[in-house]
């Protein structure tokens, strides 16, 4: 079901679709399993793989935000909200409920944030995480035990959601496989085609893997690239103004010990206005974000030198425990796509965070702007959209209680495989028939040899990088270690799929390259 040869079949039987969808992160994901479930024959392409870019580089929260509310943009915060519930409800082995605490260093702030979460409680309504509760010094310094004592007056404890985003967006692309679409990874959108009458019907897309090109009909074109909005609204009009603004935020992950306690930190107001968590992950302690405007964007985002040093100083000006850049595991840089300001504004804080969807003359549908958190309600607005236009017939959303794939009522979160869920059982199964695949890839990581088998053959990782960065996450959580396995995995991956030595060194080649850029 989920083998490439099954889905590029697939291509060659369908000539004509009623949906087809460029991009395969949050945004695209949530739409081909809403389009799927709603049951129009969907096909969603992905020039890389899913959840390469932004969406594998958040900071792993389901967030109403906290700062929204503070900005009084209380409908975003009220649909997101919901959204994090609802995301807990179908996809628990990915989603938890994540107790926060904000420390506090005066008696105002105390009172500021006390009553602002009391708010946030009450718009997350039935599908609450729990009530926020004002905490005393002692208890703030007992559950956060690297934190400085200095003026510290006590805290705020509020629930919010912390995921995996890239094990999402692999089992929202199963999802919507289970559900009839047509979901393909390494497959590059290369041109719009339009009737006579300038209306887009279709693509023309290349399998980067066998270089072989499609021409694909549809009844509608949805973009969904993020922060390659622009190159695919281009590729509809040469003319067409850009629309997105990339905005950069970098994550340093450092060792538990930074962090020892279940709870997250969050600072509310750093020096420069922004906030910043510290969320307990995969047994490691994520630290960000940043919020820079560039004017240009990659693949493979690069920090920003002061970016480490703010995240750096920022942590240390909180922690007793003092965080050197020789303790950072793994950096990551993510892109927002932000819709342009129209102004020169600098303050990508203050741009929007909701989403936007436009239709252009073309009768392309473009959706840009949002978050992790409402991908499902981005998705439901962007075919109800494609509806109001009479792209498509009328059909309600169905996502709402959509459980996604691996999702399973009892979760036992003391072992790392927790986060395959349902299909947990099946990994296991591989190292009872092999035992060898139950060893580790490498001494300070969790991981066997299984989920790399299992990454191949059940969840479409084709190259290294897939596998380490996104199926996996061992780039995320310790890059030297990652480095020393590339060659194992290459290997394991050129075996399964029949590939050469040629093959095999180039992998290694490329996974490095870009392994080496999440060492600090």
Aim: proline residues 3%.
């Amino acid at each position: 079901m989920f083998e490439r040869k099954i889905l590029i079949k697939q291509l060659k039987q369908h000539s004509n679709w009623d949906v087809i969808i460029i991009g395969g992160g949050a945004s695209g994901l949530g739409i081909a399993l809403d389009s799927a479930t709603r049951g129009f024959k969907t096909l969603l392409l992905e020039q890389v793989d899913f959840a390469k870019g932004t969406s594998s580089r958040s900071t792993k929260l389901l967030h109403g935000g906290v700062r929204y509310l503070a900005q009084g943009n209380i409908d975003l915060v009220k649909e997101a909200l919901y959204e994090r519930g609802l995301l807990l409800k179908n996809a628990p082995h990915l989603a938890s409920n994540q107790s926060f605490i904000i420390p506090n260093y005066g008696w105002f702030e105390t009172i500021k944030y006390t009553i602002g979460l009391k708010i946030y409680d009450a718009l997350a309504g039935k599908l609450s995480f729990g009530k926020s509760i004002r905490i005393n010094k002692k208890e703030t310094l007992s559950r956060l035990s690297t934190i400085k004592n200095g003026s510290l007056k006590g805290g705020v404890v509020y629930h919010d959601g912390q995921f995996d985003d890239a094990r999402l967006a692999v089992n929202i692309a199963q999802t919507a496989i289970e559900h009839g679409a047509t979901v393909l990874n390494h497959f590059k959108v290369n041109q719009l085609t339009k009737n006579n009458k300038g209306v887009v019907n279709g693509v023309v897309a290349e399998d980067t893997e066998t270089k072989v090109s499609y021409t694909l009909k549809t009844k509608v074109v949805i973009n969904a690239t993020g922060v390659f909005t622009d190159e695919i609204l281009k590729m509809d009009n040469a003319e067409s103004k850009n629309i997105v603004r990339p905005s950069q935020g970098i994550h340093l992950v450092l060792d538990k010990s930074f962090l020892p306690g279940n709870d997250a930190i969050m600072i509310p107001k750093t020096n420069d206005g922004r906030v910043l968590f510290l969320v307990p992950w995969h047994n490691k302690v994520v630290v960000g974000t940043t919020d820079t405007l560039l004017d240009s964007h990659s693949l493979e985002p690069k920090a920003l030198d002061t970016e480490v040093d703010f995240i750096i100083n920022t942590a240390n000006s909180y922690l007793t425990k003092t965080v050197s850049k020789a303790d950072v595991l793994s950096i990551f840089a993510g892109l927002r796509p932000l819709a342009a300001p129209t102004d020169k504004s600098e303050k990508t804080k203050e741009i929007s965070r909701s989403h936007k969807i436009i239709v252009s003359n073309s009768e392309l549908i473009t959706i840009t702007g949002g978050k992790w958190t409402t991908y499902r309600r981005m998705a439901q607005d962007t075919i109800n959209k494609a509806i109001s236009i009479g792209k498509l017939e009328s059909k309600p959303c169905k996502t709402k209680d959509v459980k996604i794939h691996g999702a399973i009522d009892s979760i036992d979160k003391t072992q790392h495989q927790y986060i395959y869920g349902s299909d947990k059982a099946a990994i296991q199964e591989l190292i009872r028939e092999t035992p060898e695949l139950g060893d580790t890839l490498h001494p300070r990581l969790p991981y066997t040899k299984a989920e790399i088998i299992w990454a191949i053959r059940y969840e479409m990782a084709r190259t290294v990088e897939d596998i380490l960065a996104r199926r996996v996450r061992t780039l995320f959580l310790d890059a030297r270690a990652t480095l020393e396995i590339i060659p194992m995995v290459a290997k394991i991956l050129a075996n399964e799929l029949d590939k050469d030595t040629i093959w095999e060194l180039q992998q290694i080649n490329d996974c490095t390259k870009i392994a080496n850029q999440y060492v600090l």
